[in-house]
């Protein structure tokens, strides 16, 4: 793992890791693929071994703001040369998306208790709406992304207390990030970009919320509004939520 590069000036960074799968099962030109995507990302990104797939690699960004992921330096056309030696990620149950982002995300003036806060009320929004970030994420809780630690936030956050280890659906494990866990693998950019620009915006949307009793959830339509409010900033958001919920919308007006 080589030492951290940071792209883009700001308050925090962000980081991804995507799974892909040789389609025909046969790992033989993993070496060659990955240094082709490598020469395209230079020195963005590296790539990784990963024991959870059968025939694929593990592509990891160095961490980015989020307007560096929008920026014509970060060169997105790896995704087609993916698709292009039959590299797949939706289309496989083993790849997934997880999104990095700094603990220093977190860090508030007034202190530490402001911090614990904030990554309380983070986490809490997460798990508070399940249905409707599975529905986003493009899949369901899974082995390697649970929602076992709904209703013990305290202790997840004081404590690093997890109870399935690091697969929970928001991981503290890390020493100098917060992990995302939940989203399928994708070689769709708009995608992609909607999984950070989520991990982004619920940052910033829970940033100075007031805490509320662990049984009463965040509300869901008041982020959706607020990302609608900032829509420039997460375009890629507002067209998968629209995806994503569009045939109950249909459903609503029949």
């Not at 509004?225 to 029949?254: G, Q, W």
């Amino acid at each position: 793992k080589p030492k951290a590069v940071f792209f883009g000036s700001g308050k925090y960074h962000l980081g991804f890791e995507l799974e892909v799968e040789e389609t025909d099962g046969d790992d033989s030109d993993n070496n060659y693929t990955a240094s082709l995507i490598e020469s395209k990302l230079r020195n963005r990104a590296y790539m990784k071994y990963d024991g959870s797939l059968d025939a694929g690699f593990e592509i990891v960004t160095h961490p980015h703001t989020l307007e560096e992921y929008k920026s014509p330096d970060f060169d997105w056309s790896f995704l087609s040369t993916l698709v292009s030696h039959n590299y797949v990620s939706w289309n496989n149950n083993n790849c997934g998306f997880h999104v990095h982002i700094s603990r220093k995300a977190f860090d508030a003036p007034s202190g530490y208790q402001a911090e614990v806060s904030h990554k309380m009320r983070f986490t809490k929004f997460i798990y508070d709406n399940q249905y409707q970030v599975e529905r986003i994420a493009g899949r369901k809780a899974n082995d390697y992304a649970s929602f076992s630690d709904k209703g013990k936030i305290l202790n997840k956050v004081l404590h690093n207390d997890q109870r399935n280890g690091r697969y929970e659906v928001v991981n503290v494990y890390n020493t100098h990030t917060y992990e995302i866990r939940i989203f399928k693998g994708s070689l769709r950019k708009e995608r992609l970009m909607s999984n950070i620009e989520f991990v982004h915006a619920v940052c910033e949307y829970t940033r100075n919320m007031k805490v509320v009793a662990k049984h009463t959830p965040f509300a869901w339509s008041r982020f959706v509004k607020f990302v609608t409010d900032n829509d420039t900033r997460y375009p890629n958001l507002m067209l998968i939520i629209d995806e994503a919920f569009a045939s109950e919308r249909i459903r609503s007006e029949v």
